[in-house]
């Protein structure tokens, strides 16, 4: 019997975010380039597909949860053929908007419909299955893949923001905002060190007041304690201010404060902590100082 939903990509986000679908009484059908979290998903009660075209042999509905915008384009491509008719293809991964709208094209030519829904949260949320879920697509498609999107995500937090591509968007906006709050709490812990003063106690305040932020609060946390475990690794977030970069400069948006912050990325990973959590870019501002 086949199964109704395919998951292709288990790594970091995708691995809980499946088990999540398992949990939530879905039965799923998987896929990964390594070996081990396919094992791990098997263990509890998925059952595993030899290639993406064998996914789409067997699901209706088929979700992706890749790195870049290349491996998203080569794994739809690798579905295409085997697609079968009115299939749901939700990728939420996080990939350039541009990509996100012509491969929902020729998803469609192909008889189904494709969503972008990348998310926000990090492990944190796709562990808790509290995920933020940003969707582009179809008005119909998004309320077929509502239910699946809430097995993963808050309900309250899973919106339509718009036609395909959207989503995308959405997403770049999202860590745009991120890399500004981030950069600001690693210069504030950083003065509260040089002045001789707590930056535990200083988190704490700040949790109270105007400056009060989910940044603040787990990345600040993460800064005081040198806990940089990836939780969402920084060269992943370099490629998404890449994306940043590339739509502002289409669009002719000034984007200063990105500007720096991606300086800061790019530094780090130059460093070698291209797999540490992206939290680890206030350390380049503690380099500095």
Do not use: W
């Not at 690798?78 to 929902?104: H, K």
């Not at 680890?280 to 503690?286: H, R, S, Y």
């Amino acid at each position: 019997m086949s199964a109704s939903i395919g998951f292709i990509g288990l790594g970091v986000m995708g691995k809980p975010m499946a088990l999540n679908l398992i949990k939530s009484g879905r039965a799923l059908v998987v896929h990964s380039r390594s070996r081990g979290p396919v094992d791990e998903l098997v263990a509890a009660g998925a059952n595993a597909a030899s290639s993406a075209a064998d996914v789409a042999r067997q699901a209706d509905v088929i979700i992706t949860m890749l790195a870049d915008t290349p491996d998203v384009e080569r794994v739809v491509g690798e579905l295409l053929p085997a697609l079968r008719p009115n299939t749901l293809v939700i990728d939420m991964s996080s990939i350039s908007p541009v990509a996100a709208r012509q491969l929902a094209k020729r998803v469609a030519e192909k008889g189904g419909a494709m969503l972008d829904a990348p998310v926000s949260g990090g492990e944190i949320g796709a562990k808790n299955a509290s995920l933020s879920i940003m969707v582009g697509g179809d008005a119909a498609a998004f309320e077929r893949a509502r239910p699946i999107l809430a097995a993963m995500g808050n309900p309250e937090r899973i919106v339509l923001i718009g036609e395909s591509g959207a989503g995308q968007t959405c997403k770049v906006c999202n860590q745009m905002a991120i890399g500004g709050a981030l950069a600001g709490v690693s210069e504030a812990i950083a003065l509260a060190r040089a002045a001789g003063v707590d930056p535990v106690k200083v988190r704490q305040a700040l949790l109270g007041g105007f400056a009060a932020s989910r940044v603040l609060e787990v990345h600040g946390e993460r800064l005081i304690t040198d806990n940089f475990v990836p939780g969402f690794r920084t060269k992943l977030y370099q490629k998404d201010l890449r994306i940043a970069r590339e739509m502002a400069t289409a669009l002719g948006v000034s984007t200063d404060a990105t500007a720096v912050v991606s300086g800061l990325v790019d530094a780090l990973v130059s460093k070698g902590g291209g797999d540490l959590d992206y939290a680890a870019i206030g350390t380049m501002v503690k380099r500095k100082s």
